[in-house]
DNA sequence: CTTAATGGTATACAGACGTATACTTTGCTG
DNA sequence: CAGCAAAGTATACGTCTGTATACCATTAAG
């Protein structure tokens, strides 16, 4: 059947499993990890019986996975779009980064489970995580590569650093949700550790001398 | 009283507290959060009497905070200590981040759950581990400023690079413990961050230009 | 030696939990 | 409209949990 509405759609009213995966968010973000919800505990929240959670889900490992799905869904698709648009070098990460945090604000629920349950308990969780983030770094490494911007490194080396990087970002929304009034620092400082992060690696990759060069003029300065 | 051996002697007889301590760690670490643990379910583990959790904690926010306690003060002790054996420039970033693979190595778990705690629903929990890192990160920077190490940095910015770099290398302990036959890879990857990142900012804090040219460089060279 | 506190145990109970079974409602499809 | 599967509900039962109360054992102090 697969009636009313499974999937995130707006002005249409909320299937059950709907319920079930906004009610596993909004307690696991205030509480606890989300297998350490219980059945009943999420019924009650989303204002359904107990019995219903098992007409969507098997256990909660499942719906754990389910809630996972969903996150990666909202937040790849409109990274993909920014993609798609491709903007120039200057702006390319401070796009994505803004990108990434905006969506932090309009999901601050589901993006502070999605870094708690990068090192949760559950390993398909954690995975299935990883496998995002993965894939985020991978499309932000091909950017940067397509302009450009890291001359000198190689694919592992990128892959590497951008995984690095995402997750450095997504812990940063965290503190971008809980201090409001710092955000305009948080997301300069993030920039900034990007930055440094690659031109050193393209310093250190490129022309090594170069780099010990620039700690000793920095040092004689004044 | 304080009988037996409530802190972390070896050799004698563990107490009561200990063994819950203990118990605690092995649980979290292989099934769920610290505060998801269950009383009952601690005593079991421990071989002792439901009741006698009581006897040393209030609730599991206390028996928490005590774990991530015991933690603090097993990983900064050999940090301080090799803290006062100032190392040489070159060695000192490699030397801190292989005790601290080695404290990993010696309690996986207690590794385990501090990390996963950093993101786990208890306020109290996730401040004091953060202030552990502050102080690591707040001890690295002093050394690294001593050693003129990262001249051009100054105290806040060195500060913020010093806990990312600090709470990178938590997260690549993770890995570190999960295979173990790519240990030297991870050792390798970590350290060159950390180098990366420091050349990076000092590059671009120092003589932003220079940055510019190296990227330039790097683009018509081969 | 008494005493009092501390650490550990035994028993007990009320409530919450997971889930099985059976029933009712909903909404699509022929 | 009939029928049927999916979604949701009601009730029920055994298990586990947190914790209260009361009872030993050990030890340090008077």
Redesign the pocket.
Known sequence: ????NDRGDTKTAP???QKLLCAALKLAARSRSLQAL????LGREAG?????F???FT?LDDLSMAVIEELSRDLRQPLQALRRSIVSREENVVRTVELVFDFAKRNPDAMLVGVRELYGASPKVREALREMIRAVAGDLADDMHVMQMTPGLDDRTMRELAEVVVVQVFHSTLDYLEHPQRRDDILRQVVQFINALFVGAIALRTNAPVAKNLVSQALKKP
Chains 1, 2 share one sequence.
């Not at 059947?1 to 009313?4: A, D, F, I, L, V």
């Not at 219980?38 to 505990?41: A, S």
């Not at 359904?48 to 219903?52: A, E, H, Q, V, Y």
């Open positions: 059947m697969t009636s009313r299937s059950g499993r219980g059945v009943r505990e359904l019986n107990p019995n219903t098992y007409r969507h256990d």
